[in-house]
């Protein structure tokens, strides 16, 4: 089955080897009769993905990642006959236990005591709390590897245990979702709106590197988002484009975003 080739003309150059690997995977369900399940992604790849299910006939998608809302899932590609479960996303729940009384953890401490472990992000799903238990979501097999590998989160003495889904903590959202005018789709005029900074602020902050976006480093201030881009601002929070809604009477575009401020 070949993909249709004006989908690459709705994303981004640098997306082709995601779309190809994403088609790859559909074609596998399709060509073999079976269920084929991703790693990990992000919002921006899940839109692409269900882009490419959707110009087929004999293939369909669902999605999963612990929660129902959870912002990083795994794909499922299946044949039309088949009836998917959740079983079959292979998503384990992790606890990270620690003393509470006397340390404090934070979200970006866990990735990276978990990505510096020698896995992949890819494997991993959201990092989750309800203000004093921590918990992540993680491929199924990787599981037994983490516990014996992590022992400490920064200076935090830890462990890593297993939990059945019926344990899962109630995620405190601390994301604020809004529609909004803003002048324009550029990473840099999106930073400097949302956060109150300066554009010069703002551009210093992709030349110190501390800009991503999707997960990946940006140095490109004039860079244009899309919907279900995820903008990520070291020390000031992440910023998710949703959709764009047209153009307000004054000219600037309306959008529907989600803002998550430190």
Do not use: C
């Amino acid at each position: 089955m070949s993909i249709n080739k004006a989908i690459y003309q709705h994303f981004r150059v640098e997306e082709a080897p995601l779309i190809d690997s994403l088609n790859d995977m559909v074609n596998q369900a399709a060509n073999e009769y079976r269920p084929i399940l991703s790693h990990f992604l992000n919002p921006r790849e899940l839109f692409i993905a269900h882009t490419i299910v959707n110009t087929q006939d004999n293939v369909k998608m669902s999605s999963y990642g612990g929660l129902n809302n959870a912002e990083r899932q795994r794909a499922l590609f299946y044949p039309a006959y088949y009836e998917p479960e959740l079983a079959d996303f292979q998503i384990s729940l992790m606890e990270v236990i620690y003393p509470h009384k006397f340390a404090v953890l934070h979200h970006g401490s866990i990735l990276g005591t978990l990505v510096n472990s020698g896995i992949q992000r890819e494997v991993l799903g959201d990092i989750i709390t309800d203000s004093m238990r921590w918990q992540f979501f993680v491929e199924e097999p990787i599981a037994s590897f983490l516990k014996t590998e992590v022992d400490r989160v920064s200076r935090v003495r830890v462990r890593l245990e297993t939990q059945p889904m019926s344990e899962r903590v109630t995620q405190i959202s601390e994301w604020e979702e809004v529609n909004d005018t803003v002048p324009s789709l550029r990473a840099d005029a999106l930073i400097s709106h949302f956060y109150n900074l300066s554009r010069k602020h703002a551009k210093d902050l992709f030349h110190a590197h501390k800009i991503q976006l999707n997960w990946m480093t940006l140095d490109k201030p004039d860079y244009e988002l899309s919907d279900f881009d995820i903008l990520s601002v070291r020390g000031y929070g992440r910023i998710r484009l949703n959709e764009q809604n047209g153009v307000s009477k004054r000219g600037k575009l309306k959008i529907s975003a989600a803002v998550l401020k430190k």
